[in-house]
């Protein structure tokens, strides 16, 4: 049975962001996952919004880090602090002991998976579980996933962008791939180096992307552009240059390849009922990747499926974790 008196919680544990779902409650905390430490003596600085404003601007001894990559632990002892103040910061310290519900990419190894439970556990879970990335973003974001129905989402992260189609409570074809926001912001970073003369940090990458992003070359066109900083390769001295939004869609293109392919596999992969569901219903996008502009109608486009975004995407894996802890007994016996 469920912790009687204890709050339970579900995670998504993301490259990007963490998101906290408290059961009763709804999302309660969304912060980024980044930590900042002492290379000295070990200790933790700062975690989430405090640790993301030091990324690029720390001194020797201080250095900001993203514990997950790819959508799994990097830095296992640095997941389990951050984890631990996530846990702490949702429920208070003196709540009791969580059971808690964390997502992983539907590629992850028996390896990856374990390692995520141990550190949930060691962060102050009773018990922890886990469920897999697109299926927690179909139940967030509202599909049938339990009726005899095909439906397909795809969610687009931070690490990973993870592809399947769902009936019947289960996954029946799926694909996790390392294509996702953070490659996108590194496509842009050597777009610019390469075509600019300019070197950037990660996050005047992300700024651009939402800022003048697309998905499309052509529709692009249209988007205008506007001013970056960043330090000149040939003087080495800062400086500030103009692009356009379709240097930002030409930067893009291999990575939104990438995610059509991954797409256009899942989809060769199922049977012709679930394909055809999938003609009827659509595909769901979900995940921060998901509102990169045109991007919903270059999908559509290369499949010939409709395509739409579902209401909240950058919530639905966190929603669909936490709406799981209903059926954590389910889940006990897997």
Not at 122 to 145: K, N, Q, T
Not at 188 to 203: A, D, F, K, M, P
Not at 236 to 260: F, H, R, Y
Not at 265 to 283: C, F, K, N, Q, R
Request: aromatic share 2%; charged share 25%.
């Amino acid at each position: 049975m469920l912790g009687i008196g204890t709050k339970n919680i579900g995670i998504d544990l993301g490259t990007a962001n963490t998101i906290v779902y408290v059961d009763g409650k709804g999302i309660v905390l969304r912060e980024p996952s980044v930590v900042a430490k002492n290379t000295k003596t070990g200790e933790i600085v700062s975690v989430g919004d405090a640790a993301r404003e030091m990324i690029g601007r720390t001194p020797a001894s201080i250095v900001a880090i993203r514990p997950m990559k790819d959508g799994v632990i990097a830095d296992y002892d640095t997941t389990v602090a951050m984890m631990k103040h996530y846990i702490e910061k949702a429920l208070g310290k003196s709540s009791g002991k969580p059971y808690v519900m964390v997502c992983v990419p539907s590629g992850v190894t028996e390896v990856e998976k374990r390692a995520v439970i141990d550190a949930t556990r060691v962060a102050g879970a009773r018990d922890a579980y886990v469920i897999e990335e697109p299926f927690a973003a179909a139940i967030g974001a509202g599909l049938p996933v339990m009726d005899p129905t095909g439906s397909m989402v795809v969610d687009i992260g931070g690490g990973t962008t993870d592809v399947a189609t769902i009936s019947l409570g289960g996954i029946v074809s799926s694909r996790s791939i390392r294509m996702a926001g953070d490659k996108m912001d590194e496509a842009i970073v050597y777009y610019v180096r390469q075509n600019l003369n300019l070197l950037i940090g990660e996050r005047t990458a992300e700024k651009l992307k939402w800022d003048i992003g697309s998905a499309s070359i052509e529709a692009s066109a249209e988007m205008g552009t506007t001013e970056i900083r960043g330090r000149d390769l040939v003087s080495g001295l800062p400086k500030t240059t103009e692009v356009s939004a379709t240097d930002v869609a030409t930067a893009l293109q291999d990575v939104v390849a990438d995610i059509i392919t991954a797409i256009k596999e899942t989809l060769e992969e199922t049977s012709p009922e679930i394909a055809a569901d999938v003609i009827d219903h659509g595909i769901v996008l979900t995940g921060g990747g998901a509102l990169l502009k045109h991007l919903p109608e270059v999908i559509a486009e290369e499949t010939k499926v409709p395509v739409f975004i579902a209401s909240e995407p950058l919530d639905c894996v966190a929603v669909g974790t936490g709406e799981s802890l209903k059926s954590i007994d389910v889940m006990k016996k897997k």
